[in-house]
C-alpha cells in the first residue's frame, strides 16, 4: 500500500500543465469555473494535467501569447506533448472535472455558462482524438479538487473543504458583548500602513521620504523583500534589498508592498475559520488587490493604486468573526453549498451580523479614508456605495473573480442578482465579460502559484 501523505504534491495553476512519467508524485488542480483534465497512458507510463481557464480566445486566433489557457489551443498541445513524451493514442484515458457554476447562480451565470463552453469543448476534441473519458464530474454547483497519482495513475475528484460532520458541535450565536470584545481584540493595523495608504491617494504628495522610511524599518523591509521574490511579483533577477526593489519596482510599488507585507501578520494564517487552507485570508487579499488594480487599469475609473490598496482591505471584518467560524462551519457549508445562499445572508442568520458591517466599524474605529471604508462596508452589495461607487464595483468583481477562477482559499459566496447592472456601472456589457476573465488570465495563473507556495 502505498503511503499517499508521504507523496510530494504539485498545485498545476490555471493556464498551465505538467506532464511526468511514473513517480512519486501527486498533482492537483483546484477547480471552480475552469476545467481540469488529466490523461495517461498507463502501459508506457506517461501522464499529466492540464488546469484550462477558458473555452477558446475571445478574438479568433488571439491567444494572447498563453494558448495555454484555452481549451481549443491549449488541450491539444498537452496531448501533443503526451505523444512526444511517448504516450501512446490506443493507451490513453481521459478523467474531466470542474465547469462549475459556483453560486449563488444567476441568470447572467448561466447565460455566460463558461465553464460549461470549455467543457463543451474539451468533450469534442477527446472524442476528436480518439481518448476514451473514464471518469467526468462537471457543471454543478460545487467546487473542487482533481488529482492524479502518478506512481498508479488513480484519479480523484473531491469535494473541496467539505466538512467533518461526525464530529460538530452545536454553535451558539455570539451576543453584542462578545461581538464587540472580538472587535476590540483585533490588532490595530500597523500605523506606517494608515500612513501609506492615505499619502497613495494623494496626488500631489512625494513618496520619496515615505519610501526612505519604509527602508528604515526592519521587519516590514524583510517581508518586502519575500513578497518580491513570490510567484506573483517575481521580477526577472532575484530582489535581494530594498534598494533593488526600489530599483526594479518604484517608490508606488514598493509601498503597495510594504503595506501587503505588513497585514500578512494581521490575518489568522491558520486554518479553521474562514481560511480554507494555511495563509487563505491573507492570499485572498492580495488576489483581491492585484485584481482589483488591473480591473482599474482596464476600466480607468479609478486610480489603480486606490484599487490595489481597497482589494487588499477589503475583508478586514472577517478578522473579528474567524473566531467563531471554526465551530460554525459546518452549518456555514451547508447552508452556502446546499442552500445556495450568500455569504453574509448565513453571517447574518447564525452570528447576527456581518464581515461587512464589522469591517466598517474597524474602519471607522481606526479613520481610514472613507472611500476605502465604503469598500470594506459595501462590497458585498456594491450598488450601496455613495462616496466611491466606481471603486465599490471593481473590488465586488474581483472578489468575485477570485471566488469563479482561484478556489479553496477562503469562505466566500458573493450574490449575482444584479450582474448586468454591476457590470455596467464600469463600463462592461455581459458578454464582455469573458474578455475580461482573458486580460486577467495572467494576473489569476500567477496567483494560483502564490498561493500554493
Known amino acids: 500500500m502505498h503511503h499517499y501523505l508521504s507523496f510530494k504534491r504539485n498545485s498545476v495553476s490555471s493556464g498551465s500543465y505538467v506532464i511526468s512519467n511514473r513517480k512519486n508524485e501527486i498533482l492537483n488542480a483546484y477547480l471552480g469555473t475552469c476545467v481540469g483534465v488529466a490523461i495517461y497512458d498507463p502501459v508506457n507510463g506517461i501522464g499529466g494535467l492540464i488546469h484550462l481557464l477558458l473555452a477558446e480566445p475571445t478574438i479568433e486566433g488571439n491567444t494572447m501569447g498563453r494558448p495555454e489557457n484555452y481549451a ?28 462549475v457554476l459556483v453560486g449563488p447562480v444567476s441568470g447572467i451565470d448561466i447565460n455566460l455558462d463558461i465553464g460549461g463552453r470549455t467543457t463543451e469543448i474539451v468533450e469534442r476534441l477527446l472524442r476528436k482524438e480518439g481518448i476514451p473519458i473514464v471518469k467526468m464530474e462537471t457543471g454543478g454547483y460545487f467546487s473542487c479538487c482533481l488529482s492524479i497519482n502518478l506512481s498508479n495513475w488513480e484519479s480523484g475528484i473531491d469535494l473541496i473543504n467539505m466538512p467533518d460532520e461526525s464530529h460538530e458541535v452545536k454553535f451558539n450565536r455570539p451576543t453584542k458583548a462578545q461581538l464587540e470584545r472580538a472587535m476590540a481584540d483585533v490588532r490595530p493595523i500597523p500605523q506606517i500602513v494608515l500612513r501609506i495608504i492615505r499619502m497613495i491617494q494623494d496626488e500631489n504628495c512625494s513618496m520619496s521620504d515615505l519610501a526612505k522610511e ?3 524599518e526592519q521587519v516590514i523591509t524583510a517581508k ?15 530582489v535581494d534589498s530594498i534598494d533593488r526593489a526600489l530599483l526594479v519596482l518604484g517608490e508606488k510599488r514598493l509601498l503597495q508592498l510594504a503595506i501587503s507585507a505588513s497585514m500578512e501578520d494581521f490575518f489568522p494564517g491558520e486554518t479553521g475559520g474562514y481560511s480554507l487552507c494555511k495563509g487563505g485570508l491573507f492570499n485572498h ?22 484599487a490595489y490598496t481597497a482589494g487588499l482591505l477589503h475583508d478586514i471584518g472577517k478578522v ?3 473566531q467563531y467560524m471554526g465551530l460554525a462551519y459546518p452549518l456555514f457549508y451547508r447552508k452556502i453549498q446546499f442552500g445556495d445562499e450568500s455569504l453574509i445572508n448565513v453571517e447574518n442568520e447564525i452570528f447576527g451580523a456581518t464581515h461587512t458591517e464589522i469591517g466598517g466599524i474597524l474602519a471607522e474605529q481606526w479613520s481610514m479614508p472613507e472611500k476605502i471604508g465604503e469598500v470594506i462596508k459595501f462590497h458585498h452589495t456594491p450598488e450601496q456605495a455613495c462616496f466611491s461607487p466606481e471603486l465599490t464595483h471593481i473590488v465586488y468583481f474581483a472578489d468575485l473573480i477570485l471566488s469563479r ?6 469562505l466566500d459566496r458573493l450574490n449575482t442578482d444584479d450582474f448586468t447592472e454591476r457590470l455596467k456601472r464600469i463600463g462592461i456589457r455581459p458578454e464582455q465579460f469573458p474578455g475580461i476573465i482573458e486580460k486577467l488570465s495572467g494576473e489569476i495563473s500567477h496567483l494560483s502559484l502564490y498561493e500554493k507556495e
Do not use: W
Not at 501533443?80 to 504516450?87: F, I, P, Q, R, T
Not at 487579499?285 to 486610480?303: D, N
Open 72 to 99: 481549443s489551443t491549449g488541450l491539444p498541445m498537452f496531448i501533443g506533448d503526451l505523444y512526444k513524451n511517448g504516450a501512446k493514442k490506443e493507451h490513453l484515458k481521459a478523467v474531466v472535472a470542474g465547469g
Open 214 to 216: 519604509v527602508r528604515q
Open 224 to 238: 518586502v523583500i519575500r513578497l518580491c521574490n513570490t510567484a506573483f511579483f517575481r521580477q526577472r533577477l532575484k
Open 285 to 306: 487579499a492580495v488576489g483581491s488587490a492585484v485584481i482589483s488594480e488591473k480591473l482599474a487599469a482596464i476600466t480607468g475609473l479609478v486610480p489603480e493604486e486606490i
Open 320 to 322: 473579528a468573526l474567524d
Open 405 to 410: 477562477f482561484m478556489v479553496g482559499n477562503e
